[in-house]
């Protein structure tokens, strides 16, 4: 089975850095996304991890260690729009479906 | 820049009818899916396909489903008779060979009755 775990909600301060873990259990693996999403809204794409690594994009940053099972989503300089739900998604192998978590609710107070 | 466009953005149905949901697809994406999500549950992979065939399809993919590429730009989900338990917003997604990341469109959220 495909098991993909993130903490449900979270709450940060605007101006602050927040860091949301995923962690994977999967049968197959060809990347990890994190995903956007606004409430009744499509998820956006933010970042791609294949390699063991940082990936920096702007004020957001996405680490991936293949061998723990383990990504993390960085946002820094958080501002109000970034209140969302965050996505943690796994490509699997051969057709590249995404298999996704639960989704991480983060909301940014002033 | 391009963009997944899905159509209707709402429908409400019977139950027993049947719905179609169209996506037109980033033009020159060749790799298409559908994924559901059940409101306040998560995305979920429905089917991928790719070169007029169905690539993969998951257990939720019953024979009530089919997917159809009509033309060069459109690419549809139906549901022969719906069940209240069908109701979701619908995503369509594409991408592009050689490329891993899958674009959504905006979603249809269909309600059956």
């Known amino acids: 089975g495909q098991n993909i775990d993130q903490p449900t909600e979270m709450t940060a301060t605007e101006g602050a850095i927040v860091q949301i873990n995923c962690t994977y259990q999967?049968?197959?693996?060809?990347?990890l996304f994190w995903y956007q999403q606004h409430a009744g809204e499509a998820p956006t794409f933010l970042s791609y991890?294949?390699?063991?690594g940082l990936e920096e994009k702007g004020r957001f940053s996405s680490f991936l260690s293949r061998s723990k099972g383990y990504s993390y989503l960085l946002l820094k300089e958080l501002q109000m729009k970034d209140s969302a739900s965050y996505l943690c998604?796994?490509?699997?192998?051969?057709?590249?479906?995404?298999?996704f978590g639960a989704g991480t609710i983060l909301r940014v107070k002033s | 820049e391009p963009e997944v466009t899905q159509t209707p953005s709402h429908q409400v149905t019977q139950m027993g009818q049947e719905v179609i949901l169209r996506c037109v697809p980033i033009?020159?994406?060749?790799?298409f899916y559908w994924y559901r999500q059940i409101l306040g549950q998560k995305v979920e992979f429905l089917v991928s396909?790719?070169?007029?065939?169905?690539?993969?399809k998951s257990e939720i993919f019953d024979d009530q489903f089919s997917v159809e590429r009509p033309d060069g730009s459109n690419f549809t989900l139906k549901i022969r008779s719906t069940k209240l338990e069908d109701s979701a917003m619908y995503f369509c997604?594409?991408?592009?060979?050689?490329?891993?990341?899958?674009?959504f469109g905006p979603g249809t959220r269909l309600l059956v009755l």
């Open positions: 998604a796994v490509s699997m192998e051969y057709g590249n479906k995404l298999v």
């Open positions: 999967t049968s197959g693996f060809n990347g």
């Open positions: 396909f790719y070169n007029n065939e169905i690539s993969e």
């Open positions: 033009s020159n994406h060749l790799y």
């Open positions: 997604a594409s991408r592009k060979r050689g490329q891993e990341t899958q674009y």
């Open positions: 991890n294949v390699l063991d």
